[in-house]
T-cell receptor
Framework: KAGVTQTPRYLIKTRGQQVTLSCSPI?????VSWYQQTPGQGLQFLFE???????NKGNFPGRFSGRQFSNSRSEMNVSTLELGDSALYLC????????????????FGPGTRLTVL | QKEVEQNSGPLSVPEGAIASLNCTYS??????FFWYRQYSGKSPELIMS????GDKEDGRFTAQLNKASQYVSLLIRDSQPSDSATYLC???????????FGKGTMLLVSP
């Protein structure tokens, strides 16, 4: 099975711009989560989507938003970029097992490295 | 605030030794526990999952869970230089499928 894919892999933007990142989960996985990783804060949870619905949201400002499509692909958007948004943005997908539900195991994509100048 | 604590390291061990990585968590309702390995410049890779008290072994890796003490550990036997990486402990948030990650322990295995 192909793994989680993320595009683009690298982005350079300037303050005030907006950006859209894309994630395709492992085939058959219906849950997609997004994380921000920085050297100082580590991995921080942004949001989780399951069957096109946002199930959980982390403690990030409203400038960060996301959505999930019917094919489970997901996008996240960051508007009015700030210097502090420079980070590695990781998408992870989780399998849903009949009779078990979401296992909690998350499989990460390669990430999108965002640099805000 | 749910927290997952790890010693940042680095933890240095010689090749062939046992590396012991530890993690504590604050959410008593957590049911699922994971260890991820992250090489520099790469994304985290799931290496172990553990759901019940006790030990779980997979090759050179053993995960240990003690829910009463809210403690998870990872043992790596016969450590190799290729094991040099940052190891992230992750704990599910009770009632949800989301994970809270520790900041990771850097492991350095010297030849």
């Amino acid at each position: 099975k192909a793994g989680v894919t993320q595009t683009p892999r690298y982005l350079i933007k300037t303050r005030g711009q907006q950006v859209t990142l894309s994630c395709s989960p492992i085939s058959g996985h219906r849950s997609v989560s997004w994380y921000q990783q920085t050297p100082g804060q580590g991995l921080q949870f942004l949001f989780e989507y399951f069957s096109e619905t946002q199930r959980n949201k982390g403690n990030f400002p409203g400038r960060f938003s996301g959505r999930q499509f019917s094919n489970s692909r997901s996008e996240m958007n960051v508007s009015t970029l700030e210097l502090g948004d420079s980070a590695l943005y990781l998408c992870a997908s989780s399998p849903f097992l009949a009779g078990v539900g979401l296992t909690g195991e998350q499989f990460f994509g390669p990430g999108t490295r965002l640099t805000v100048l | 605030q749910k927290e997952v604590e790890q010693n940042s390291g680095p933890l240095s061990v010689p090749e062939g030794a046992i590396a012991s990585l530890n993690c504590t968590y604050s959410d008593r309702g957590s049911q699922s526990f994971f260890w991820y390995r992250q090489y520099s410049g790469k994304s985290p890779e799931l290496i172990m999952s553990i759901y019940s008290n006790g030990d779980k072994e997979d090759g050179r890796f053993t995960a240990q869970l003690n829910k009463a003490s809210q403690y998870v550990s990872l043992l790596i036997r016969d450590s190799q230089p290729s094991d040099s990486a940052t190891y992230l402990c992750a704990v599910n948030n009770s009632g949800y499928s989301t994970l809270t990650f520790g900041k990771g322990t850097m492991l350095l295995v010297s030849p």
